[in-house]
Nanobody, 118 residues
Framework: HVQLVESGGGSVQAGGSLILSCTFSGATYSRRCMAWFRQVPGKGREAVAAADADRRTIYGDFVEGRFTISQDNAKNTVTLQLISLKPDDTGQYYC?????????????WGQGTQVTVS
């Protein structure tokens, strides 16, 4: 069955950086939209970034150029580089996988990794 496993979360000070990774297994990885979402305290789930099957990327407005999503087909991995982190970025970050287009649903989700910015 499909599994998504996130890693790379942690605690950093404001202005710091982190790299989140998500490894996909259990099905064909290529031709999928891979995305990152987050659940922040007091808010609903937010879409952070997504990369579709043609490697086009989209970001949430709050990202403001601070995050970068990238896919590595050889490793079945999608990463999210976070820089210039703010306390408002604190939350649980989830990796999700869908079909080729990022406008569809995401049937596959990871367990999440915590990012804490102080």
């Amino acid at each position: 069955h499909v599994q998504l496993v996130e890693s790379g979360g942690g605690s950093v000070q404001a202005g710091g950086s982190l790299i989140l990774s998500c490894t996909f297994s259990g099905a064909t990885y290529s031709r999928r939209c891979m995305a990152w979402f987050r659940q922040v305290p007091g808010k609903g789930r937010e879409a952070v970034a997504a990369a579709d099957a043609d490697r086009r990327t989209i970001y949430g407005d709050f990202v403001e150029g601070r995050f970068t999503i990238s896919q590595d087909n050889a490793k079945n991995t999608v990463t999210l580089q976070l820089i210039s982190l703010k306390p408002d970025d604190t939350g649980q970050y989830y990796c999700a996988a869908g079909s080729a287009s990022c406008s569809g649903s995401y049937p596959y989700w990871g367990q999440g990794t915590q990012v804490t910015v102080s």
